[in-house]
């Protein structure tokens, strides 16, 4: 959106907007307090590294707030990444290569037809009010949103093709499904208590956000929060994993990326995300600089142009005031012929991504897709010019393309206030849509969510954190991820509704054999490509930094080159050490991590081809 805004969580979150999972790739309003001020929950200023009581407390800047603390409606990357911490899922991502392994479930197997998953519910996992988590808490979890559309909100698409879910036992939990999924060991699903969460009357409004501690059975627990200034979450000590080393994780938002940096420099932070990563400029400032480590690796997410294909909902009804012109394929086309990838790689990004293709970044290898020579949108002007005319389009005596209304055209762009690639790459277009005779007026908000909802834009940056699993930045783009009427609020990025595309959808989901679904889903995104809504511009980077005298060591996702921030899972923020910790110490964080991928290896021994489904090539990125 994620799960968003940078998207994303779902978890990809996602860069940009769309309802409550609008929000994930922007930057989000604020703020600028800094780490070291005091806040209602923290009432003395003080530096990260350690609480006056001694407690280890790692505090992580953010550029992007909180949508909403309730796992039921969050999509923004750094909301969905909480709720990973908080909630643990029926799955776990495999932090060296991202298959699939144990989370609240300790195995699961499918009957011969696929169409009934039971999944074995671990005994030894406990909510945070000393409650068993069991398995009938996972299947109210997908119950609640099988029938309440407000609890559907973020997470829908995983249930949709469910017919039945039941916990037989404390320990068993059986889904029925109405067709095969391919994505049952891939459920991205915060699985909460059944006991605290059957007390809410309605999902669509309650924000999880009043009462604290927050009960959960993940690494950590959600003790305080304060919208658009911090997050604060404790260490779980009876999570069944074990324990992180840190006692405290805070999350605190700067609209200020710089004053994120320098709080860095001061040691006030021990962590800084960026917006979502860290500027060329920021990450070559803090190059060499004393107890700080820059970590520069492939993402997991993309940057994009959205244009807007005419908002409607489900129900047929048309609304916003997108652009007319972009109803046009050749137009949308044209335009993406003037965009100069290479040049924004090496100009804005500076080196720190690598030029955009397909819907799916190349850290997924098995996903990745290139359109083929003849069907690629190179940097052509001249053509993209012939281009609109041929549509119609053509300039008048003062070198302005006009409409079919006669009025020279301008293009409203929406970009993110708090990221400066979005301004950076909006003065490119500029000048080179400039060149075509086309008028290009930024709109730079803290807050694009509402324009985007209601659909009063035509073009507008877009991004989102893909999961190792792409089912759900696929679903987004889909006819039933439409609002149900302007008033409401879908799951739908930016409107597409393609009925070719949906039938790929639907056949990529049904597919269990990892090659033919690869192959279905870069059918997908050739045809997002060919229809011409969506145009991946870059792949950025993974950059971030962290003070090596506040944080000895934390893991990587995938441990190769890989990032810290915005995992598919909790593996950074629950292996973190601290840099005052002892050996003992350290040896039991490294052990833990060990001794759950083995675990996880050994319970998938027997899965065969449902693991290798959600094995996934360590050599490249996203965010």
């Known amino acids: 959106m994620t799960r968003g805004p940078t998207m994303g969580t779902k978890d990809q979150t996602r860069s940009l907007p769309r309802g409550l999972r609008l929000a994930a790739m922007a930057g989000a ?36 707030s909180v949508d909403s603390l309730s796992p039921f409606l969050a999509v923004r990357l750094l909301s969905t990444s909480i709720h990973r911490l908080m909630y643990e899922y029926l799955t776990n991502y495999d932090p060296k290569d991202n298959h699939a392994i144990p989370g609240l479930a300790t195995e699961w197997e499918p009957s011969p037809d696929k169409l009934t998953w039971t999944y074995t519910i671990r005994s030894n996992s406990k909510w945070s009010d000393g409650e068993r988590a069991t398995a009938e808490d996972a299947a109210w979890t997908f119950n609640k949103m099988m029938t309440d559309d407000g609890a559907a909100t973020a997470n829908g698409s995983y249930v949709g093709n469910f017919k039945k879910v039941t916990a037989p036992s404390p320990t068993k939990l059986v889904i029925e499904l109405k067709k095969p999924q391919a994505t049952m060991t891939a459920l991205d699903v915060p699985i909460v208590p059944k006991h605290v969460w059957e007390k809410v009357s309605d999902f669509s409004e309650f924000n999880n956000d009043k009462s604290f501690p927050v009960v959960g059975n993940g690494p950590f627990v959600l003790t305080g929060y304060k919208a658009d200034s911090y997050v604060r979450l404790k260490a779980n000590k009876s999570f069944w994993r074990g324990s992180p080393k840190f006692d405290e994780l805070v999350f605190r938002y700067y609209k200020d990326q710089d004053a994120a940096v320098s709080a860095l420099r001061k040691g006030e932070v021990s962590f800084v995300a960026g917006s979502p990563s860290l500027t060329p400029a920021q990450a070559a400032s803090l190059q060499g600089a004393e107890n700080v480590k820059v970590n520069d690796a492939p993402g997991r997410r993309f940057y994009a142009l959205a244009t807007n294909p005419g908002a409607k909902a489900k129900n047929g009804e048309k609304f916003g005031d997108g652009h007319p012109s972009l109803l046009d394929q050749r137009v949308r086309n044209a335009l993406f012929k003037a965009v100069d990838r290479k040049a924004i790689i090496d100009k804005v990004f500076q080196g720190h991504a690598v030029e955009g293709e397909g819907y799916i970044p190349p850290r997924f290898s098995q996903y990745f897709w290139k359109p083929s020579g003849s069907q690629k949108l190179t940097y052509d002007p001249a053509e993209a010019a012939r281009m609109l005319d041929q549509a119609g389009y053509k300039k008048n005596g003062d070198g302005k393309r006009v409409g079919r209304d006669g009025k ?14 979005d301004k950076a790459v909006g003065k490119y277009l500029q000048e080179w849509w400039g060149e075509l005779g086309i008028g290009v007026r930024l709109n730079c908000l803290d807050n694009v969510t509402d324009p985007w909802l209601a659909g009063k834009y035509d073009l507008a940056f877009d ?15 889909t006819c039933g991820a439409l609002p149900a009427t302007p008033k409401d609020t879908g799951a739908t990025d930016n409107f597409i509704c393609d009925k070719k595309y949906d039938e790929l959808y639907a056949r990529q989901l049904a597919e269990y054999d990892p090659a033919k679904r690869a192959d279905i889903v870069q059918q997908m995104e050739s045809r997002l490509y060919d229809l011409g809504y969506m145009n991946v511009m870059a792949y950025p980077n993974a950059v971030e930094a962290y003070r090596t005298d506040q944080i000895k060591s934390i893991t990587t996702m995938p441990a190769k080159a890989g990032n810290i921030y915005g995992q598919d899972g909790y593996w950074s923020w629950w292996s973190a050490v601290p840099a005052q910790s002892s050996g003992s110490s350290d040896s039991a964080s490294s052990t833990g991590v060990v001794a759950g991928i083995v675990g ?8 065969g081809v449902f693991a290798a489904m959600r094995r996934r090539s360590t050599a490249e990125d996203r965010e």
């Open 29 to 64: 309003a604020a703020l600028t307090l800094t780490a070291g001020l005091a806040t209602p929950l923290d009432p003395a200023p003080r530096q990260a590294r350690a609480a006056d009581d001694g407690k280890k407390v790692l505090t992580v800047a953010v550029a992007q």
């Open 408 to 421: 020279p055209i301008t293009y409203r762009v929406l970009c993110h206030a708090t990221d400066p690639n």
């Open 463 to 477: 991004g989102w954190s893909v999961n190792p699993d792409p089912d759900f930045v696929l679903s987004i783009h």
């Open 600 to 607: 996880g290896v050994v319970v998938l021994a027997g899965l």
